[in-house]
């Protein structure tokens, strides 16, 4: 499946995306995972983004571009890919379309994962990640079996940097100013599938259903 995941930081866009990875063998795209992979390995790339990051602020439009266009052209995309975090805005919408025209690749949807604010807020604040492998646990919901340790692959589980209380309150912001008004971009379109996301397996299933498997 070819799907672009919208929703706000902590909606669940990763761990969703992760359980669809499973279904059909997609590859996620998390733009997030492949900048703090580039900051961890002190990359050209991480030491642009890093400063921006570390702020809870978007990285320019044009690094994520130069990223992306390489990225969809991989041979793991064939079987189709998940886009977790990406587009974050409107150009990188526009842009996104052309590549994808340029590329002849069509989407099956644009899914926009809705959650309360609340609920966000409560679910960054206690969301932990592995260092190592990217996955995701909650303190309060799935902690890891030994804490400060990942279950999947022995890495070191910890607290984002920019998940402390003002960067997730920057983000927030940033969200609403930037991204939330992809939602209106795609709803234009008439490609957009708007799902109450509050269990991520609700919004599996959904998902499901709408592309048919
Ligand atoms: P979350 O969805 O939890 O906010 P991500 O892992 O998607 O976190 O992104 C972390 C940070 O990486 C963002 O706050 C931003 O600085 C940068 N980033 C990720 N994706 C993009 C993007 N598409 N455009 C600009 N910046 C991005
Ligand atoms: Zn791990």
Avoid: W
């Avoid at 030491?47 to 990225?71: C, H, N, T, W, Y």
Wanted: charged share 25%; glycine share 10%.
């Amino acid at each position: 499946m070819r799907l672009i995941l919208l929703g706000a930081p902590g909606a669940g866009k990763g761990t969703v995306a992760k359980l669809l990875t499973d279904i059909d063998g997609s590859v996620q795209i998390s733009t997030g995972d492949i900048l703090r992979a580039a900051v961890k390995e002190g990359t050209e790339l991480g030491k642009k983004a890093e400063s921006f990051m570390k702020a809870g602020e978007l990285v320019p439009d044009q690094l994520i571009m130069d990223i992306m266009g390489e990225r969809l052209q991989e041979d793991d995309c064939q079987k189709g890919f998940l886009l977790d975090g990406f587009p974050r805005t409107i150009p990188q919408a526009e842009a996104l379309k052309e590549l994808l025209e340029k590329l002849n690749i069509q989407l099956d949807g644009v899914i926009n994962l809705d959650v309360p604010r609340d609920v966000i807020l409560d679910r960054l604040t206690t969301r932990r990640t592995c260092v190592d492998c990217g996955a995701i646990y909650n303190v309060k919901s799935s902690p890891t079996k030994v804490e400060g340790v990942c279950d999947a692959c022995g890495g070191k589980v910890v607290q984002r940097d920019d998940e402390t209380e003002e960067a997730i309150s920057k983000r927030l912001d940033v969200f609403e100013e930037q991204t939330a008004p992809l939602v209106g971009f795609y709803q234009k379109a008439g490609n957009l599938v708007n799902i109450n996301a509050t269990s991520s397996q609700v919004v599996v299933d959904t998902i499901k259903t709408h592309v048919g498997i």
